[in-house]
Each structure stands twice: as C-alpha cells, then as structure tokens.
C-alpha cells in the first residue's frame, strides 16, 4: 500500500526537550510539507522541501528545523525555541512540479507539559 | 498573494438535507482549487479539485463543487446529508508558480443532526 505515515500518533514531551516527528512516503513523491494545525487557525506551513537536499521555510518556520537526506524522508524537529509547540502536525506530499494537490498523512499529536 | 475564506465555522444540517459548505478565495491569476475533509485526529483526504475545464467538479462521497469566477467562489454542496459526512472540511488554493503551495481556509465543522 502507497500512502505517507507519521510516527507516532501522539507524542508527549516536557518543555524544554527537543523531539522529533517521523514522516515517510513511498508513493515516490519529489515534495513534501509539514503543516501545524491549531483548533480554528486552519494549516499553517512550517517547511517545504520540493527536492532531496533541498528546503524552504514556510509562514511559521521559528522553532522548528527539518532535514531531507532522502526524497521518502522528511522529519521535523520541534526545538525548545518553539514558544507553543502542542498541536497536531501534519506532513504531506506532493508528486511533482506539473501537479497541485497534496496527500496528507494521518498526523501526530504533539503535547508538550 | 492567494486567500482562502471560508464562510461559518460550524454548519448543521439534518441528516437528508443539502449541505452547503461556502469558500471564497482571492487569486490575481487563475487558481486551482480544492475541498478536503478531515475526521477527528486523522488527515486530510481530499474530496475533488479543480484546475481547468468543467467548472462543476465531482468528488467522492457525492460531493461536488462548482468553480464561479465571476464570485471567486468554490462552494461545496451534497444533495442529501448523511451521519457519516460529519468532519470538518477545508477549502485551499493553489497557483501556477515554482512551488505550488495550498493556501488553506480555516475549515468548516459540518454536524449533522438525525
């Protein structure tokens, strides 16, 4: 079965700590997204990388860094510089330049005490 | 710069009526549209999109779309609610540049009442 999958659902953290969330896809996709979600605020674009090597911030970028060493491969690291750090965290893909929709995976719930 | 407005927060409807989901946008070039739905602590999955040609779009679950250019609207509607249309469904854009980003509204909770 083709699709993205984030580990783990949820995840619990103190403040302070530095985490990890995992997204892999292999439906051989060149892009790749990592959105945060807030009740009422919609998806809010955190990074984008559209080639291996490759990213770019998007409108919430502070706090967080990514890394894409491999094109089925885009984590997120929420670092303790993120002021506000629990939410949902969605990452998604999207097959190439001559496309627009993406494909979301199932998210990871993110509560930092 | 490309927006997504999406009309009421929370729509109810019962089950068996029209649902009618309202998202304006506001694109300086021609835009591409899209209606995702989201179930509690899952992703997105998106119902249908539009990009060019036919300006009423089918999705799946029997929704469809119509693209109004002269509105800059994209409104979601079904015919006949059903208990497991229950979600929350989002309205994004998109535009022909490098890097393509969805440019998301901030969602519409649909409940529907038995």
């Known amino acids: 079965d083709g699709g993205i999958t984030q580990s783990p659902k949820y995840l619990f953290r103190k403040e302070g700590q530095n985490v990890t969330l995992s997204c892999e896809q292999n439906?051989?996709?060149?892009?790749m997204y990592w959105y945060r979600q807030d009740p009422g605020q919609g998806l809010r674009l955190i990074y984008y990388?559209?080639?291996?090597?490759?990213?770019q911030k998007g409108d919430i970028a502070e706090g967080y860094s990514v890394s894409r060493e491999k094109k089925e491969s885009f984590p997120l690291t929420v670092t303790s510089a993120q002021k506000n750090p629990t939410a949902f965290y969605l990452c998604a893909s999207r097959v190439g330049q001559s496309s627009y929709e993406q494909y979301f995976g199932p998210g990871t719930r993110l509560t930092v005490t | 710069a490309q927006s997504v407005t999406q009309l009421g927060s929370h729509v109810s409807v019962s089950e068996g009526a029209l649902v009618l989901l309202r998202c304006n946008y506001s694109s300086s070039v021609p835009p591409y549209l899209f209606w995702y739905v989201q179930y509690p602590n899952q992703g997105l999955q998106l119902l249908l999109k539009?990009?060019?040609?036919?300006?009423l779009v089918k999705g799946i679950n029997g929704f469809e779309a119509e693209f109004k250019k002269s509105e800059t609207s994209f409104h979601l509607t079904k015919p006949s609610a059903h208990m497991s249309d229950a979600a929350e469904y989002f309205c994004a854009v998109s535009v022909q540049t490098g890097a393509n980003n969805l440019f998301f509204g901030t969602g519409t909770r649909l409940t529907v009442i038995p």
């Open positions: 439906l051989n996709h060149d892009a």
């Open positions: 539009y990009t060019t040609g036919a300006t």
């Open positions: 990388s559209q080639i291996v090597n490759d990213f």
